[in-house]
């Protein structure tokens, strides 16, 4: 498998024409082949990104009884809210009840804080009430809008790859009908997780356009190798970068000249910095005494306009490529696959 390059993202929107036409091969590169690309110089700043992170700490340090006071609704219409461990149980193109009932038995060991533009009249934020964790939901709008300010020059980038004319792809996303996620995996020990008696999140691949994802140190998350089904690597972290991939609407949309490629989140490569205690664990059989800790990460979603209809872009088919999928909107593409996180 091709390692995920790392793009310098500072002359996307500052460079000369010809350095904007560089950053944007190599993000096309990187999505053709891998369908990930880490970003650095991405323009949100690490002190930032930290402060996130912190928020996130402290949110799902409080009681149970305290984050279910901003409760995710049943189903998947409505993505807003605490959603506490068990409730989500992230699937690959599952849609049949029966399995999806089956896949539920062993639920995703993770706690989650959805969040989106103040605007999304269909999907209102559900925040704590005034006064419980004073600053959370403001803080979590401002970097809502950073974030969502990142994925627009992105799809500049895009547009600049493909030569699709002005204005480009980005009004297709005008509403920055996003979402911001604050995950958070409880410490558990890699024996249930290598046992599949539990699971952090399963294979899956993303379904909007793009996903930006900031991770802490502790790792876990890997990416299937494209060429060979069933092989997954570690896509470590990389420390002042954000790791940008595609997803089912973007692939669709570029009639898979962009891989949306699968990945998970599962045990981190054995490294005696990521066992709970901070000591050496060495003597026990295999990874038996191994305790995988907490994990946080913050995953931005972004996905095209509800009206958007999606069909192959300039530069994406021709005779030797013909057009590979039928037109589709944004929002009921979407709404299909939240549907399969929650129910069943």
Request: aromatic fraction near 10%; glycine fraction near 8%; hydrophobic fraction near 35%.
């Amino acid at each position: 498998m091709a390692s995920i390059p790392i793009v310098d993202f500072a002359k996307a929107t500052t460079g000369t024409e010809e350095e904007k036409e560089h950053v944007a091969k190599q993000i096309d590169d990187a999505f053709q082949n891998v369908g990930f690309v880490y970003l650095k110089n991405h323009g949100v700043s690490l002190d930032l990104v930290e402060e996130c992170f912190s928020w996130s700490k402290k949110f799902f340090a409080l009681p149970p009884e305290t984050k279910a006071l901003a409760p995710h609704p049943p189903g998947g219409a409505h993505h807003r809210g605490y959603s506490a461990p068990g409730i989500e149980k992230v699937s690959q193109h599952t849609y049949d009840a029966a399995e999806l009932s089956k896949l539920r038995e062993i639920p995703d060991f993770k706690e989650s804080f959805e969040s989106g533009n103040v605007n999304d009249t269909a999907q209102p934020n559900i925040w704590l009430p005034e006064g419980v964790l004073s600053g959370f939901r403001t803080f979590m709008e401002e970097y809502f809008v950073v974030c969502s300010h990142l994925v627009h020059r992105i799809l500049t980038s895009l547009s600049i790859a493909l030569d699709v004319p002005d204005p480009g792809l980005s009004p297709t996303h005008a509403r920055s009908l996003f979402q911001l996620r604050l995950l958070h995996y409880p410490a558990i020990a890699a024996a249930e997780l290598q046992a599949n008696k539990r699971s952090r999140i399963n294979a899956h691949s993303d379904f909007g356009t793009l996903t930006l994802l900031f991770q802490d140190g502790v790792g876990g998350l890997e990416v299937e190798d494209p060429r060979v089904q069933g092989e997954f690597r570690p896509a470590v972290p990389v420390e002042g970068t954000v790791l940008v991939n595609v997803g089912d609407l973007m692939a669709r949309w570029s009639n898979d000249r962009w891989r949306s490629t699968v990945h998970r989140v599962g045990v981190p490569a054995v490294d005696n910095t990521n066992l709970s205690t901070g000591e050496e664990k060495n003597g026990g059989e295999g990874n038996g005494d191994r305790v995988v800790p907490d994990r946080y990460s913050i995953p931005f979603f972004a996905t095209a306009d509800p009206e958007t209809v999606i069909e192959a872009l300039p530069g994406c088919w021709g005779e030797e490529r013909p057009k590979r999928y039928e037109s589709v909107t944004a929002w009921g593409y979407v709404q299909m696959r939240m549907k399969a996180l929650y129910e069943g």
